[in-house]
């Protein structure tokens, strides 16, 4: 019963708790190296930046599932529909003649949560399998609703139309796609930013809780359905931008942006990288997307084949998805867990 | 003074069962009481119904004076009334840190922001680090849950239910499963806690019941047979007849 309390190696200052708590919110090399190559990527691969802004709106578009499912512990197979209600919110705008990219954008992000916010309630009750249900089937429903609302969204065939202004007055959506990678580029950065800053708040804590155990949740006395409401609406908002992204910088809306098919992208291309940890769904989107032009390169027809022995491996052999094996790789140790800071 | 908690014909049936039947009992601010009981006695669903998770057959509950009665959960913990589990319910992947900072910020108010970095917190982390060495957990307060010793996270249970600042704290079976030799910490533990909050016990393990409490509950078969100090319920002959075959003044057999 001797013990010595102090909580720190003898050769160390005792660490306060709130030093001990930002050193797990600091900035890491690996930021600094992301977000480099991110930019030298433009410089590297100029023909291939439709691609690169591909990945950034699916990077994005993983992320925002990432705060569901990866912080919060909601399961979603329906995430899609708030994608497709953003890239048709931003679309119908600019085909309307409102084509002030940014305005744009924001407004994609609020219709977004507020879809995000009024079927948030279906998803309250209910354990995984009930969500995984519920999530699908507003999807469903909100396709189907697109589709028949085809003088609005033009149906099957698709909006067209879609005009853009320059980005700030000054900055063209040129052929090249130029503009387009700066914009989407710089929309997840800030978005990133702005989800960085959510996990290392309070809140995050809270949705980490939630993940964890919501019954203590509430016997600390959390309003738990308040904090998935307020998740959900989050995570909706941010989808809605990376849909309003997609509608701005390929000028056009399809169905597609709302179909099973994207709901399920993201949910792949977060396990990949690794749920959890920010950059899980940004390094995901991009093995995703260079392992689909690799294997679509080798065998046209019979790529998904091997993206899909690929994640059967990775889900089995490697909890934590590429992050994960990385930092096992790199420790050689007990990982210890690292929510909210870097990768 | 106004009892911190009381119960007014507090009744809960399954079916036919009566598991908890017409249970009166109060309890005055700062009290130590014991709650015992033979297994099956009604003891769980009883702390269950206070804390809101079944709700009541009939009867009423006050907390303070309030009726808290049809309260959910998360508001009956805001008011004052806070429990720990047998069976541990913690965050596995958190750390004590952050776990009690939890309990901190949601009592606060604060758990809802999203802009502030929770280390700028620094009232807010120095009175969980010293909540967690009060509770001996000063030197693992950085290590995931899931990685610590099953007593020190038995500690963790009280650490957390603490930081919501309890008037009434429910302590259900605190030592449940901890060796012998980590017992004297939990024991320790209690006997620390703050002298203005109310801490109802329930326990199966009769030393820790007759060093804590300064009064005794007893349930059998979902009714309050007595409530008395410890010297008069470990001599009543009823008490004695309910627990047939186990010793009252030693270890639970």
């Given amino acids: 019963m001797t ?139 909100v396709l189907e609703a697109a589709n028949k609302a085809a003088w609005l969204t033009g149906g099957a065939d698709g909006l067209n139309g879609v005009v853009m202004d320059p980005v700030f007055g000054v900055f063209e959506f040129d052929l090249f796609g130029h503009t387009a990678y700066w914009y989407a580029l710089a929309v997840l950065f800030l978005c990133f930013l702005a989800i960085r800053r959510i996990v290392n708040a309070p809140f995050g804590l809270v949705l980490r809780g939630i993940q964890g155990n919501a019954l203590r949740m509430s016997a600390v006395g959390a309003p738990v359905n308040r904090h998935l409401v307020a998740v959900y609406t989050l995570a909706a908002g941010f989808a809605g931008i990376a849909g309003g992204l997609l509608a701005q910088t390929t000028q056009f809306v399809s169905l597609d942006v709302l179909n099973f098919q994207r709901s399920a992208e993201g949910l792949l291309v977060l396990i990949i990288g690794g749920s959890g940890v920010l950059y899980g ?33 990775l889900v089995l ?10 930092r096992r790789f790199l420790r050689r140790r007990p990982a210890r867990s690292e929510r909210g800071g870097a990768a | 003074m106004t009892p911190i908690l009381a119960t007014d014909r507090l009744s809960r ?26 297994n099956g006695a009604g003891k769980t669903t009883f702390v269950n119904i206070l804390t809101g998770v079944i709700a009541p057959s009939f009867g009423s509950i006050r907390l303070a004076g309030e009726d808290i009665t049809r309260l959910s959960r998360h508001q009956r913990v805001r008011r004052g009334m806070v429990r720990t589990f ?53 030197d693992v307060m950085d290590l995931p849950t899931a990685e610590i010793a099953y007593g020190k996270r038995r500690q963790l249970e009280i650490a957390v239910a603490l930081a919501c600042r309890p008037k009434l704290l429910l302590l259900d079976e605190p030592a449940a499963g901890v060796p012998d030799g980590e017992r004297q910490d939990i024991m320790a533990a209690i ?28 349930l059998v078969g979902g009714t309050l047979l007595v409530e ?18 186990e010793s009252l003044d030693g270890r639970a057999a």
Wanted: net charge neutral.
């Fill in chain 1, 3 to 141: 013990r010595v309390e102090t909580g720190a190696p003898p050769a160390a200052a005792p660490a306060s708790a709130a030093a001990l708590l930002r050193e797990r919110a600091r900035w890491s090399l690996f930021d600094l190296l992301f977000w480099a190559a991110a930019l030298a990527a433009f410089f590297v691969f100029p023909l291939r930046l439709p691609l690169l802004t591909e990945i950034a709106i699916l990077g994005l578009f993983a992320l925002s599932i990432d705060l569901l499912l990866g912080y919060a512990g909601i399961v979603s197979l329906g995430h899609a529909a708030f994608f497709g209600a953003g890239a048709y919110a931003a679309g119908i705008l600019a085909q309307h003649g409102w084509g002030e990219p940014i305005s744009g954008l924001a407004a994609a992000g609020l219709v977004a949560a507020a879809l995000g916010f009024a079927t948030s309630f279906l998803v309250l009750r209910g354990s995984d399998l009930t969500r995984l249900m519920v999530t699908l089937g507003v999807a469903m429903m």
């Fill in chain 1, 317 to 326: 052999f490697a909890r934590g998805g590429l992050l994960g094996l990385a």
């Fill in chain 1, 281 to 313: 769904g940004l390094v995901g989107a991009v093995a995703f997307k260079l392992m689909q032009e690799w294997l679509s390169n080798i065998t046209t027809q019979y790529w998904q084949f091997w993206l899909g022995a690929a994640l059967v491996l």
């Fill in chain 2, 13 to 38: 049936s399954f079916g036919g069962l009566r598991a908890v039947n017409e249970v009166t009992f109060s309890l005055a601010p700062g009290a130590r009481q014991a709650l015992i009981g033979p």
């Fill in chain 2, 228 to 245: 008395d100090v410890p010297e008069r319920v470990a001599a009543d002959p009823r008490v004695r007849e309910a627990y047939l075959g």
């Fill in chain 2, 86 to 138: 047998q069976v541990n319910q913690l965050f596995p992947d958190l750390t004590p840190l952050e776990s009690v900072l939890l309990a901190i910020f949601e009592r606060d108010g604060k758990a809802a922001n999203l802009r502030r970095p929770a280390w700028r917190e620094e009232a807010a982390a120095e009175e969980a680090a010293a909540i967690l060495a009060r509770l001996k957990l000063a």
């Fill in chain 2, 191 to 218: 006997a620390a806690l703050p002298r203005d909050v109310a801490v109802l016990l329930i326990e199966h393990d009769m030393d820790l019941v007759f060093r804590f409490a300064e009064r005794i509950a007893v």
